[in-house]
C-alpha cells in the first residue's frame, strides 16, 4: 500500500502544492467576499489562511519523520510545501494589517501591546530569510551554511504554534494538539541528530 501510494506521489508534479495554496486563497477570499465565511468575514478569513499556514509548516516537519516511520515519500515536496506556508502566512498577515487593523500606528501599537501578535510577527521574520533561500541557487552557494540556516524552521514552527494557543480565548484543546504536534516532531529530530554526527 505504501509502494503504491508513493508510486502516486512521484507522478504528482511538485508546483502543484504552489498553485493549490494560491487557488485556495483565493477561494477564501471569494467566500468572505460572498458571504461564505459568516457574519465576521475578515476574522474569518484570518484565522483560517493562519491556521492552514500553520498545518502546511506541521506537514513540512513530518516529511522526513513520515519518510524514515512510515515509508511514505513526501521529499520532493518539501520546499514547496514551505515556500507554500510562507506564502500563507504573508496572506494571514497582510489580512490583519490592511482589512482589519489598516493603520501602521496601530499595527506597530498592536506588535509591542500583544504578545500573541510580537510572537507572530517574530515568526514571520524568521521565515522570510528561509523563503527568499528556497531556490536551487542559494543551496549551491550557501553550501552548509544553507542547512544551518533552515534549522530556523524549527522555531519558525514553535513560535507558531504558541501564537495559535494564545490566540485562542480560555482552554481550546484545538491549538493545544497542534502546539503538541509540533513539539512531538521536532522531539524526533533532536533525537536523530547525534545518531548523523556518529554516521
Not at 17 to 45: D, H, K, Q, R
Not at 140 to 160: C, D, F, N, S
Not at 191 to 198: A, E, K, N, T, Y
Request: glycine share 10%; aromatic share 10%; hydrophobic share 55%.
Amino acid at each position: 500500500m505504501i509502494q503504491s501510494l508513493n508510486s502516486v506521489l512521484r507522478r504528482i508534479p511538485a508546483p502543484s502544492i504552489y498553485i493549490s495554496g494560491v487557488f485556495w486563497v483565493a477561494y477564501l477570499f471569494y467566500l468572505g467576499m460572498t458571504g461564505g465565511l459568516g457574519a465576521e468575514p475578515i476574522n474569518a478569513l484570518e484565522r483560517r489562511i493562519g491556521l492552514n499556514a500553520l498545518q502546511l509548516v506541521l506537514l513540512g516537519l513530518a516529511v522526513t519523520p513520515l519518510r524514515r516511520h512510515a515509508g511514505v515519500n513526501l521529499l520532493k515536496f518539501r520546499r514547496a510545501i514551505g515556500v507554500t506556508a510562507f506564502f500563507m502566512v504573508a496572506a494571514h498577515l497582510s489580512v490583519w494589517l490592511f482589512l482589519d487593523v489598516g493603520q501602521l500606528d496601530r499595527m506597530w501599537a498592536d506588535i509591542v501591546k500583544r504578545p500573541y501578535i510580537t510572537i507572530g510577527m517574530v515568526g514571520f521574520v524568521l521565515m522570510l530569510p528561509l523563503a527568499v533561500t528556497s531556490n536551487n541557487y542559494a543551496v549551491r552557494k550557501m553550501g552548509p551554511t544553507w542547512r544551518r540556516l533552515h534549522r530556523l524552521t524549527y522555531a519558525v514552527a514553535i513560535l507558531g504554534g504558541v501564537h495559535f494557543v494564545m490566540l485562542a480565548k480560555g482552554f481550546q484543546i484545538e491549538p493545544v494538539l497542534y502546539l503538541a504536534g509540533i513539539v512531538g516532531l521536532l522531539s524526533l529530530r533532536v533525537r536523530q541528530f547525534p545518531l548523523q554526527r556518529r554516521v
